[in-house]
């Protein structure tokens, strides 16, 4: 069960290292830090991936920036709680490392950053277009954990992709492929006041809908910005009627 509930979000990335540790939390006696990897795009830019690393993978007093590491792990979700607000924080939760030289660096860029996600949409994708006319959807997907946990990703497709996954209604189970990136963005705070933040999701370049006999009922969504959708109630928005799941 544990090995099945892996292979559905798996991610591998390679780049270089640049910055230091820092501690995140302790889970039974270990303790997990952040470190921050820069990873090259097939253009001439780049993105800044936060890896979670246990404390028993790696020694994480030693300064490692300008060095280059292969991960592999899961993309992973948790809800901070930022005073009266929840903020999703998410970040690459590495089961296996090593470090590389140059020359063990893999030709196609597109090999240095992969991710697959099997999971089901938990809310209304949004579909929009650029003011140059490219179309986007942004995607929340919940990918299950083991002992009922959940992952919630945010994904975004483009061109085809995007009119298709507009289509996918709460609850549709979908398989993607594609790259974890970063994107820079302002927030506006107040009348006068803006922030520049970092948003992290996966660029889908692959997506398909996967028909189910059986769709969850329910998504346990750990924040008031996702709110949990029941297939009774996607029936009832749909027909009218108040529909009840057979047993």
């Given at each position: 069960m544990l090995d099945k509930v892996i292979e559905n979000n798996r991610v591998s990335?390679?780049?270089e290292v640049v910055s230091e540790f820092q501690f995140s939390h302790e889970v039974f006696g270990e303790g997990f830090y952040l470190v921050n990897v820069s990873v090259d795009r097939l253009s001439d830019m780049v993105d800044i991936i936060p890896l979670m690393i246990s404390e028993r993978l790696?020694?994480?007093t030693k300064d490692y920036r300008g060095m280059k590491i292969e991960v592999s792990g899961q993309f992973r979700s948790y809800n901070r709680h930022e005073g009266l607000k929840?903020?999703?924080i998410l970040s690459i939760f590495v089961?296996?490392?090593q470090f590389v030289e140059d020359d063990d660096m893999p030709q196609e860029?597109?090999?240095s950053n992969q991710i697959y996600l099997d999971g089901y949409v938990c809310k209304p994708p949004i579909y929009r277009k650029t003011p140059l006319g490219r179309e986007i959807a942004d995607i929340l997907i919940a990918v299950n954990r083991p002992y009922g946990?959940?992952?919630y990703i945010p994904c975004i497709a483009w061109g085809r992709n995007a009119r298709f996954a507009s289509t996918i209604e709460v609850g549709g189970h979908l398989q993607v492929q594609g790259r974890v990136q970063s994107r820079e963005y302002t927030k506006k705070i107040n009348e006068e006041e803006t922030e520049k933040r970092v948003a992290y999701e996966v660029s889908v370049s692959k997506i398909d809908?996967?028909?189910d006999e059986e769709r969850p009922t329910h998504f346990p969504i750990p924040s008031k910005r996702y709110r949990?959708?029941?297939l009774s109630e996607i029936l009832r928005q749909k027909t009218g009627k108040t529909v009840r799941p057979s047993v």
């Open positions: 990335i390679i780049g790696i020694d994480v929840n903020k999703l089961r296996e490392l860029q597109s090999k946990k959940s992952d809908f996967v028909e949990s959708v029941s």
